[in-house]
């Protein structure tokens, strides 16, 4: 029961701290503004009206009662009345009129026919609150005449239901703002807080982030700022200490290449420069897998462009490409193009031709890169991913490689807040699906 209320609640409130926070201030305010409503409208609002229309009914069956007594005394009745109690007090024969001049959802006609009904019984009074601004009208049928009475509003209803309701809803709507100003300022700090740790995630450098806020919020964001300051410093020693690596190891490599250009064994000295060019592409691999972490600045990228620059490079019977309209996303354009040109490359490597699918849905952009190629058996899915893992059999991302290309693509990828997925392809080749946001 409890576990169904729960899921139920989730599913209702509000996702964002801003709104929930809100229903903490304001949900307290407007329910004990409606108790506070309530108690006060049935307990002193209506009671109120019910003695004082009670009160005034007691009065016109006085006058009803000594008018019937003493006919002669009418003139004195209606000035005493008059003077003291602002009565209007008029004596007519005519016709006793048919139609109720009441309305039926208005607490003041209710509460006065409710008193007259019960002191004069039905079909003998006649009222109409709405003719005049500032009396009610009343008539009542005595024998062959009627009592017509014109008596001031304030002795039927102690205020106007409009100043009642406005009182009772207006200091919430004041305190409810107060609260929207204050969350808000309490919440912008929080707000900035996760979209700097988003940009930080997609691979973007924060340089700078100035926390604010609460004292909680600030603690927070300055431990996020020395974090991120940390992880830029580590990434910039790797990737420096690979290039330095690959740098020193490219003047030996050169000199044992002249080297053996002098030896006259020309069948070791091929041997030997095979080594040596395997050594070279390994150097390149490594250099390209640092210059993924170098920094490089998020932009807006159209990704039809992207591949119609593709195709270019590419031959286009063997390469394409499906995207019929510009799809934009926010990501490092050179990281994109290096990770994409690298899985088509591949497609090409060890297929005829490789097709390109893009899709866009509601809040993500997914890239289909599918070949007619022998694939990748199932089980090696995940491994394939590993730095420096090689397949013996089927396919590798680079026959000259050392096992880093699709490394290097899943950490483009994952850096963008995307993911990556192999599955078999419809032209049993492999299927690379990319799923970025945008």
Known sequence: MFSGLSKFLKVVLPKRLFY????????????????????????????????ITRSLVAQLKTIEEVYKNDKKNLDFFTDSYKNNFNFEIGISKEKFPNESGERKFSPM?????????????????????????????????????????????????????RIFVLWTTLPSIVLIIIALIFLKNQTRPLVRLAKAAERFGKGDYVNFFKPSGAQEIRKAAYEFDRMAKRINRHLNQRSEMLSGI???????LTRLKLQLAMIKQKDLSEKM?????????????????????????????????????????FNEEHFKVSCDKDIFLEGRPLSLK????????????????????????????VILFE?????????????????????????SLNHSGVGLGLAIVEDVINSHGGSIQLNKGKLNGLQVKISLPF
Do not use: C
């Open 273 to 313: 420069s095979k080594d040596i060019d395997e050594m070279e592409r390994m150097l390149n691999d490594y250099l390209q897998f640092a210059k993924t972490q170098s920094q490089e600045n998020t932009s807006k990228i159209n990704l039809r462009l992207i591949f119609e620059e593709f195709k270019n490079n």
């Open 20 to 51: 929930r926070a809100l229903i903490i201030v304001a949900a307290p305010t407007i329910i004990l503004q409606i108790i506070i409503t309530i108690v006060f409208y049935d307990s002193i609002w209506i009671k109120a009206n019910k003695n």
């Open 338 to 365: 290096r990770s994409f040109e690298n899985i088509i490359q591949n497609a090409l490597t060890y297929g005829k031709n490789v097709y390109v699918d893009i899709l866009k849905t509601s809040n993500r952009v």
């Open 371 to 395: 070949d007619d190629g022998p694939g990748i058996p199932e089980d090696q899915y995940k491994n394939v991913f590993k730095p420096f893992f090689r397949l013996d059999k089927s396919r």
């Open 246 to 252: 690959s740098h020193d190891l490219r003047t030996p």
């Open 109 to 161: 006609d209710r509460s006065l026919r409710r008193e007259l009904k019960s002191t004069f019984g039905n079909n003998n009074y006649w009222f109409n609150t709405t003719k005049f601004k500032n009396a009610v009208e009343i008539k009542i049928k005595s024998e062959n005449e009627v009592l017509e009475f014109l008596v001031p509003k304030e002795m039927v209803s102690t205020s106007s239901i």
